[in-house]
């Protein structure tokens, strides 16, 4: 142990009855410990929360989305979907004809998204048993067209799933040069019967129904156009390859999007509260640590005569600056060390236990990730840095004559 750490030491575990700096220096370890402790807990309180709202719009996000670069639409061919299907790791490769709708049931109505997906959907979307209300999840039955519909959009309309005589009317206008004034002429009606009633998110349960490609296509006449294909992967893992040798294999006229750089507003939204957060909580890290600043400046005033017979035995002033500079590490060191066991605790103790809960059947995500206790650890050597420079350095610059 070098001799100055060990003098730091010393000061900092004195064995002699606790005097006031003592006590600074044990609230400053308290102060750290504290900030440390919240530090780790927030991060990860927002990690989970990412984390959260990615796997609560993997619902109905895919993995992997192609949409065009320009356009709504684009055209498919046999061609296109046997270049996807070859890219390795792709399990499944789901089409897509969505467009807005006018949907109506009895006598009420609703602008919605109509979404027709091809007859693997299931394979594209994590659909969790809890997530389907009630009804069963399909899109099509012997042959017969049904609809997945969202929970609020069964709330606005009434849908009921029981009354197979009262099926919804979606209403589409038709692609015609001369728009018509007659509803009949100038709008496509396509009856459908709800299958199911799903609760994802507020975004897909206000305003989103799923139907069988077909129907969508007997709505809109697309034809062999398609508004995006999605992807479904063996291993997530892989999206990030997969993506890129995509973009290497189809023309620059495809935009492709992984399923963070679909929601990358809300990811965004979630990263910049968790930034200013982090700020946040890192400045009230350094108020507390003026009582390392004050701690340190006291010990330089008590212990002038230590410091005197130190210099005359021939101690350089990078020697005396070095033992209060390890004196603030210590504490750092110790406060640190306390908050991050603390913390980690709580953490794994909700991961556990699930004491806090975020509705009555999920408790409040937290995930902890290593990156970020070595953020807070490098934040804490910088304000402890700081905080004990100027007392370190004051300390050097005493007059030994009025000492000894």
């Not at 780790?40 to 709202?53: D, P």
């Not at 109506?104 to 997530?131: T, W």
């Not at 009630?134 to 799933?161: H, P, R």
């Not at 919804?168 to 299958?195: E, G, H, V």
Request: net charge positive; hydrophobic share 45%; charged share 20%.
């Amino acid at each position: 142990m070098h001799t100055y750490l060990f003098i730091a030491k010393r000061y900092l575990f004195s064995k002699k009855k606790k005097n006031f700096i003592n006590i600074i220096s044990i609230i400053s370890v308290i102060g750290v410990a504290v900030g440390t402790m919240a530090l780790v807990i927030v991060m990860s309180v927002f990690n989970g929360l990412q984390e959260f709202t990615m796997d609560l719009y993997s619902a109905h996000n895919p993995e992997i989305r192609i949409t065009p670069a320009q356009g709504k639409t684009f055209e498919i061919n046999d061609s296109l979907l046997n270049v996807i299907r070859q890219v390795k790791g792709v399990k499944a490769l789901t089409e897509i004809m969505e467009d807005n709708a006018l949907l109506r049931y009895g006598e009420n109505q609703l602008a919605v998204n109509v979404k027709g997906v091809s007859d693997n959907f299931l394979e594209q979307y994590q659909i969790q048993d809890n997530q389907l209300i009630s009804g069963e999840l399909i899109v099509k039955k012997e042959g017969t067209a049904y609809a997945l519909i969202g929970a609020q959009v069964q709330t606005q309309l009434g849908v009921s799933l029981q009354d197979d005589m009262k099926p919804m009317i979606c209403w589409y206008p038709r692609k015609q040069k001369k728009i018509s004034l007659d509803p009949n002429n100038a709008f496509t009606r396509k009856a459908i019967l709800p299958s199911g009633i799903l609760s994802i998110d507020q975004y897909f349960d206000k305003s989103n129904i799923i139907v069988p490609i077909e129907f969508a296509d007997e709505l809109m006449s697309y034809g062999n156009k398609r508004t995006s294909l999605e992807i479904k992967t063996t291993d997530y893992k892989l999206v990030s390859s997969i993506q890129s040798e995509l973009k290497n294999r189809l023309p620059t006229q495809f935009i492709i999007k992984n399923r963070e750089e679909q929601q990358a507003n809300i990811i965004k939204a979630v990263r910049i509260e968790r930034l200013f957060v982090f700020i946040a909580f890192a400045s009230i890290l350094g108020i507390a640590s003026f009582n390392i600043f004050f701690s340190l400046a006291m010990l330089a005033i008590e212990k002038q005569k230590d410091i005197a017979i130190l210099f005359s035995m021939g101690a350089s002033k990078k020697f005396i600056k070095r033992i209060f500079l390890a004196e603030g590490g210590l504490i750092a060191f110790i406060g640190t060390l306390i908050g991050l066991i603390l913390g980690l605790l709580v953490c794994f103790t909700q991961q556990e236990l699930g004491f806090i809960p975020l509705s009555p059947s999920q408790p409040y995500p937290i995930k902890i990730i290593l990156t970020d206790l070595i953020y807070i650890a490098i934040t804490i050597v910088v304000i402890t840095y700081i905080a004990s420079f100027v007392p370190a350095k004051n300390a050097t610059n005493l007059n030994i004559s009025e000492q000894l």
